[in-house]
């Protein structure tokens, strides 16, 4: 049966056998925390509706709890047909969490404990109970989400407990002798909580069993300082009366002294063995990782085995050897370390033999009677150590067979396991990444290995250095230690040697430190095991000589010109081995330096191997990019005839979900691989530009603009220079396309009309008609209105002559502005109808949002406003699924416009908001500068004068950069925009 656990006190988890559950949008999760606060409770619709939105709460507030209702019973179904966690009930919903399952319960529970122990007496079970509680907060709880005041309000009690359960475990601590520890911990108590007069006692009392009894007084003089400048009352009468203990030296001050043996009789015995290795200086960042694995230690479930893991380099051992300290006094029996040696290219891994035989001397066999057979020193080990409580550290496992005869099997030991892979297969063991360092603890990281004056006095240059070195633990440690060996260096100096990727390795090299040799051992490995092994190695050296920003399942198997199951099997091994961080099913992700190492190894593959992976690749993005279009506009895309057909490695999306989810994961890709195929063969090249232009529409209309830009911008240079007049003429009507709205309508028109005076030459009607429509839709932005429907009854005509029905209905639809414009009511309404008659007959849910936005549009220029708010309505839904951001934010505009006129300011201030959004996402500055005046309306509507004037002066400033533009609607919708 699968184990849920809810996690509240930090950023909200949830994790279904201890793997995390996406619980969708913030408000989704919002739904999800709220419920999670009172579980097996029902909470009313209205109060989960307070809760969410407070007042005024939107229209759509029960409906949109549906939705999350329904998201989240799919996030939360640990199985198909397991039975559901959340439940309707009349006029609410119940969320089912069972006993051990939240965080929030355990806290409490142990809370509790530790709080009765603490009134009993008993202080070792109150600190250790008290202790648990507290380390089950990683953050403030729900420290992810953007509270509503609501449920921040719920969230200040927790907090309030949280702090009481500190005070107390203080005061446990206090009890068994633990001033002189206290001190700095409650000085950041008080600091954080200046009101709090039990912490200020506390301090106080730390303060003088440590001896300094001027720290007492001071500490009284800064609490009542801060309680008079903020409430304006004095210190308590207990506060006050501990102050005059302090003043008279009270002996009920002195601290409480640990219990001693009575008989005075210590019982001899061998010193246990401290084998550990010393602590690095310096260590930074781990203090989440620490706590973790302490709570594990204290849990109730105490793990036998806890096995740390992460790529080579990012300072596993160095924690080890820390948390092994922190725990050493745990462990009567001692602690035990070994370097097994699986991670030195320059050494072979130990054979677990070798290791036990080590062991047993160290505990005091003679060399003669340790056992020779593997299974007889294991048990040997095994009968050594029971009872003894042991801390055994095997630092650097090459895989679980190495380590597991290494295992105490006793109860009263622990054992601490580093290893670049997951040693998933350890009995009673629990796993714990450690991850790249945090910007600000690579910085710290560093200023303690080169000094923190220098990094001080060049703050920039130690922000870049942290950059260069991946935030990895040890290409910092190299950098420092440069650093420091000369002194006379400015940072800017190292930064300098480090910028050309070519040499940063070579860079990243001291005394015995060597990223490189850290990686190497890890290829090498490969590149002499198996067929599995070799063919990782390969995906190392492809995925470096095509410099790819995101390891995909799919874009690997175009590069092995494998099947993606082939592809992803391969990925997962690399995963294992740490050469590749999985993020999502099918996605990975490759540091910086060790893809510089895959770079440089890349040289070992035959170049025609890499020009072929690089042709292939880049037909997957064309080919994947052309079926992103077809599916939204009925199997229709903007290259047909001119591409080859698909391979047998090709896997392209076959939904409109999946099309976003496609580019989401591909967009960076589609750029890089244009990039580096443009730099190569005319063949190549020219695969290149239909890359180009089978996606920059696609890729706009999902919001990568910018991506868009940069490959046509590179393909409208590439065909001109290459002599392709089809190819060129689409960089210039998709350049003309992503410039409309943003740069001088002039450049626009004339990119388009050299655009029509190609496709005339070539004497393709198609394509001629599509440049007299993006004329016509130019040139009614910019109020031509004759002009415009010039254009479009000119493509219209063509379009009906090809007998398409796709591009008659957009044609229909992209016209109808123009013709209500210019009075042709009936004629506009009926051309709107046609094409989303058009749209639902051949399935092409594009042009079905596009004319349902029209239609919406329509309706409000014809005042028919209640009628216009459920199309629009519609329009937003259907346009979302086709991932067509430019329609969707027209549908919100003209939504904003009808919400006025129905007295609906805050509705249309929301959409106003939204359509503002989407334009800045394809990168509109025209439709943004509306979206802003509609914005500024709304706010006029409320009475928020400020925030009237705010976005009244954003859309005049982007207006000032758009000469030219003025969609006539825009202004019978919102009114006169401002003057520019």
Not at 30 to 38: K, Q
Not at 244 to 261: E, I, K, Y
Not at 433 to 459: H, I, M, T, W, Y
Request: proline share 6%; with cysteine; net charge neutral.
């Amino acid at each position: 049966m699968a184990v849920l656990r809810f996690v509240l006190l930090g950023p909200l988890e949830v994790r279904v056998d201890d793997t995390p559950v996406n619980l969708g949008p913030v408000k989704q999760r919002l739904f999800a925390a709220t419920l999670l606060l009172d579980p097996n409770e029902v909470l009313r619709t209205d109060h989960l509706a307070e809760m969410l939105w407070g007042q005024p709460r939107p229209a759509s507030a029960a409906a949109n709890l549906r939705t999350y209702a329904h998201g989240l019973r799919r996030a939360l179904r640990t199985a198909p047909g397991a039975p559901t966690r959340l439940h309707t009930r009349t006029g609410g919903y119940l969320l089912e969490v069972r006993p051990g399952e939240r965080d929030l319960d355990e806290f409490q529970e142990a809370a509790h404990r530790g709080r009765a122990a603490l009134a009993a007496g008993n202080l070792e079970s109150a600190e250790t109970s008290l202790g648990t509680a507290l380390r089950m907060w990683r953050e403030p709880a729900l420290a992810d989400l953007p509270l509503p005041p609501t449920l921040a309000g719920r969230l200040a009690r927790l907090a309030e407990q949280r702090l009481i359960v500190e005070e107390d475990h203080v005061q446990a601590r206090l009890g068994l002798g633990g001033a002189a520890e206290l001190v700095g911990r409650l000085r950041e108590t008080v600091a954080a909580h200046p009101l709090r007069q039990r912490s200020w006692a506390q301090l106080m009392t730390a303060l003088y069993r440590t001896g300094d009894v001027a720290g007492a007084v001071a500490a009284y003089l800064h609490a009542r300082q801060a309680l008079a400048e903020q409430t304006g009352l004095d210190p308590s009468p207990e506060l006050q009366a501990l102050y005059r203990d302090v003043l008279h030296h009270s002996p009920q001050l002195a601290a409480d002294r640990p219990g001693t043996d009575t008989t005075g009789i210590v019982a001899a015995a061998r010193t246990p063995p401290r084998e550990l290795p010393a602590r690095i200086d310096g260590l930074v960042g781990r203090r989440s990782a620490i706590a973790t694995a302490l709570a594990w230690l204290d849990g109730p479930a105490r793990p036998a085995v806890v096995a740390l893991h992460g790529p080579g380099g990012v300072g596993k051992s160095a924690l080890a050897v820390h948390l092994a300290a922190e725990l050493a006094d745990r462990y009567p029996g001692g602690t035990l370390y070994v370097d097994l040696q699986g991670s030195d290219a320059n050494l072979p891994p130990l054979r677990p033999v070798d290791v036990l035989g080590r062991f047993l001397r160290t505990l005091g066999m003679p060399g003669n009677a340790v056992p020779a057979d593997p299974g007889e020193a294991t048990a040997c080990f095994r009968s050594t150590v029971a009872g003894r409580g042991m801390l055994v550290v095997l630092d650097n496992a090459r895989d679980a067979a190495q380590v597991r005869p290494l295992l105490p099997g006793d109860e009263s030991c622990t054992t601490l396991v580093t290893s670049r892979r997951i040693l998933a297969t350890l009995p009673h063991s629990r796993h714990l990444a450690v991850e790249l360092l945090s910007r600000e603890a690579a910085v710290r990281l560093l200023a303690a290995e080169c000094g923190a004056e220098r990094v001080a006095a060049q703050p920039e240059q130690a922000d870049r250095l942290a950059e260069l070195c991946g935030l990895l633990p040890l290409a910092l440690r190299i950098v420092g230690a440069r650093l420091a060996s000369r002194p006379q260096w400015p940072l800017d100096r190292l930064v300098a040697r480090l910028t050309d990727p070519r040499h940063r390795l070579d860079e990243l090299e001291y005394d015995d430190l060597s990223l490189r040799a850290s990686i190497q051992h890890a290829y090498a490995a490969l590149t002499g095991g198996d067929e599995r092994d070799r063919r990782g190695a390969r995906i190392l050296r492809l995925v470096g000589g095509t410099r790819l920003p995101v390891v995909s399942a799919r874009a690997v198997a175009a590069l092995l010109g494998e099947p993606v199951a082939v592809a992803e099997d391969t990925l997962e091994l690399l995963a294992d081995q740490r050469l590749v961080e999985p993020r999502r099913p099918g996605t990975y992700a490759i540091h910086d330096l060790l893809r510089l190492f895959a770079a440089e190894r890349a040289q070992d593959e035959p170049t025609a191997d890499l020009e072929a992976a690089l042709g292939r690749l880049t037909q997957l993005y064309q080919l994947g990019s052309r079926d992103v279009t077809r599916l939204a506009n009925a199997g229709w895309s903007p290259t047909a005839g001119s591409e080859p057909p698909a391979p047998a490695w090709q896997e392209s999306p076959t939904t409109p979900e999946q099309a976003a989810r496609w580019l989401a994961e591909e967009h960076a890709n589609i750029v890089a691989a244009f990039t580096q195929a443009a730099e190569g063969g005319p063949a190549t090249a020219r695969l290149a530009a239909l890359l180009a232009w089978s996606s920059a529409a696609a890729l706009r209309r999902h919001g990568y603009r910018h991506e868009a830009v940069r490959l046509i911008d590179g393909a409208a240079t590439l065909t001109d220079t290459l002599g392709l007049p089809l190819e060129h003429a689409a960089a210039l009507f998709y350049r003309a396309s992503l410039n409309r709205g943003t740069g001088d309508p002039s450049r626009v028109e004339a990119d388009l009309l050299r655009c029509l005076e190609l496709v005339r030459s070539l004497d393709d009607r198609d394509r001629i008609s599509a440049c007299l429509e993006a004329l016509g839709v130019l040139h009614y932005r910019t109020g031509a209105l004759d002009r415009s429907l010039a254009h479009h009854d000119e493509a219209l005509a063509l379009r009906r002559a090809s007998g398409k029905p796709l591009l008659v209905g957009a044609s229909l639809s992209n016209s109808a502005q123009v013709r209500m414009a210019v009075g042709a009511q009936e004629e506009a309404f009926a051309g709107v109808e046609e094409a989303l008659r058009i749209a639902r007959e051949i399935g092409a849910v594009g042009l079905e949002g596009a004319a349902l936005s029209m239609w919406g549009q329509l309706l409000c220029l014809a005042g028919r406003w209640t009628e216009a708010l459920p199309v629009l309505t519609e329009a937003v839904a259907v346009t979302e699924r086709a991932g067509d951001l430019p329609s969707r934010s027209e549908a919100h505009l003209a939504r904003t416009a009808a919400h006025l006129r129905l007295a609906d300011p805050v509705s249309a201030a929301r959409d106003a908001a939204e359509a503002g959004d989407l334009a800045a996402r394809f990168g509109d500055r025209y439709v943004l500068a509306v979206a802003r005046h509609a914005a500024a309306r709304a706010a006029e509507a409320t009475g928020d004068c400020e925030a009237a004037g705010r976005s009244t002066a954003e859309a005049r400033e982007l207006l000032r950069s758009l000469p030219g533009y003025r969609e006539p609607h825009y202004e019978l919708f919102f009114g006169p925009f401002a003057a520019r």
